[in-house]
Structures are given as structure tokens and as C-alpha cells.
């Protein structure tokens, strides 16, 4: 992972920014996001994952 793209996920999540935390997975069908024993394909699915799961910045920790 580059430096950038690090610094972009740290800062955009800090700024309960879901859609733009989400830029920085690769935007296709192929990518891939793993958490516990859940599995979920594509850009567009990980997105909604987010969004269903973190319903604004203060559940985002």
C-alpha cells in the first residue's frame, strides 16, 4: 500500500466520509473486501456494505 493511499483512508474515514474512503479500493467488479467471515465483491457491494454498516461519522468510531 503507498503512503497516499494510506493517508487517504485514514483521513477520509476520520471524516465520516464513505464514498470517498471507498475510492481508494480498486473500483471493479474484481476487487475484493474481507472482514471477519464475510466476503464481499465489486466496488458498488463494498460501498453499500459501508453504508449499511456505518450510518454516519459517529458510528465510524
Known amino acids: 500500500m503507498t503512503l497516499w493511499r494510506c493517508c487517504h483512508f485514514k483521513m477520509t474515514w476520520n ?3 464513505i464514498k470517498a474512503h ?3 479500493y480498486w ?3 474484481k ?3 474481507v472482514s471477519g467471515k464475510r466476503c464481499v465483491s465489486g466496488w458498488t457491494a463494498i460501498l ?4 449499511q454498516n456505518y450510518l ?3 458510528t465510524m468510531g
Open 15 to 17: 471524516l465520516g466520509d
Open 22 to 24: 471507498t475510492q481508494g
Open 27 to 29: 473500483p471493479n467488479d
Open 31 to 33: 476487487g475484493r473486501f
Open 56 to 58: 454516519d461519522k459517529k
Open 48 to 51: 453499500s456494505t459501508y453504508q
